[in-house]
């Protein structure tokens, strides 16, 4: 059907978190190295416009809360140049997650203090 099929964008959504964290000057590989795991417990998208083959998208990624064991984001996936023409700069679809904080065993953890969200 020439569009992206509608589960490429979990990862496009994994790859906005691991970027703001690398932003923030850390590594997704430290903080497993250091026992802390980011875990998907809810995950919800709403598609609003298809992106298609050869479409650049840039994913829009923000940190919206959370609290001593969870982290919640919310995402935009914008096409900001369209493969074949036409409009670009639209928002293809909305997002949000939330993350639980794990150790390598799998049992519930606090997040690092630098990491946990601030009210």
């Given at each position: 059907?020439?569009?992206?099929?509608?589960?490429?964008?979990?990862?496009?959504?994994?790859?906005?978190?691991?970027?703001?964290?690398?932003?923030?000057?850390?590594?997704?590989?430290?903080?497993?190295?250091?026992?802390?795991?980011?875990?998907i417990v809810k995950l919800d998208i709403t598609y609003r416009r298809p992106a298609r083959y050869d479409d650049l998208v840039e994913i829009r990624t923000l940190w919206s809360g959370g609290g001593r064991v969870k982290i919640e984001h919310t995402y935009e996936v914008v096409v900001v140049e369209p493969g074949a023409g036409g409009p670009g700069d639209y928002v293809a679809a909305l997002a949000t997650t939330t993350l639980g904080c794990v150790d390598a065993e799998g049992r519930i953890r606090e997040l690092p203090e630098w990491l946990a969200f601030k009210q």
């Open positions: 059907m020439g569009v992206a099929h509608h589960a490429s964008y979990i990862p496009w959504l994994e790859i906005g978190r691991t970027e703001l964290l690398r932003s923030a000057g850390v590594s997704y590989a430290h903080l497993e190295s250091a026992g802390t795991f980011l875990v």
